[in-house]
């Protein structure tokens, strides 16, 4: 069975820094491209970050580029999204995601205020 965990979500104020966690279990996660999307209330998901099996490659939106960095941990199934600069309008659910089995996580609240 495919699970995704994300956790360290929480609050924190403007110019702060949060890193997020997907624990993986159930599939083949070194084998899988994994991405973080977010959705704030009213607002569609959005893919945040992507990064291939091997770690090698990744992309950001524009909105996160400079600030985010997503990483893996292949020999922990584990998926990491660090994030810096946190803005207010960076205030959202986290959920990771693993492509090639659509399976989403149940997200983590991240939210950015003073």
């Known amino acids: 069975q495919v699970q995704l965990v994300e956790s360290g979500g929480g609050l924190v104020q403007p110019g702060g820094s949060l890193t997020l966690s997907c624990a993986a279990s159930?599939?083949?996660?070194?084998?899988?491209?994994m991405r973080w999307y977010r959705q704030s209330p009213g607002k569609e998901r959005e893919l945040v970050a992507t990064?291939?099996?091997?770690?090698?490659?990744?992309s950001y939106t524009d909105a996160v580029r400079e600030r985010f960095t997503i990483s893996r941990d292949n020999s922990k199934n584990m998926l990491y999204l660090q994030m810096t600069s946190l803005k207010p309008e960076d205030t959202a659910m986290y959920y990771c995601?693993?492509?090639?089995?659509?399976?989403w996580g149940q997200g983590t609240r991240v939210t950015v205020s003073s």
């Open positions: 990064i291939v099996p091997a770690g090698g490659i990744t």
């Open positions: 159930g599939f083949s996660f070194s084998s899988s491209i």
């Open positions: 995601y693993a492509l090639r089995e659509r399976a």
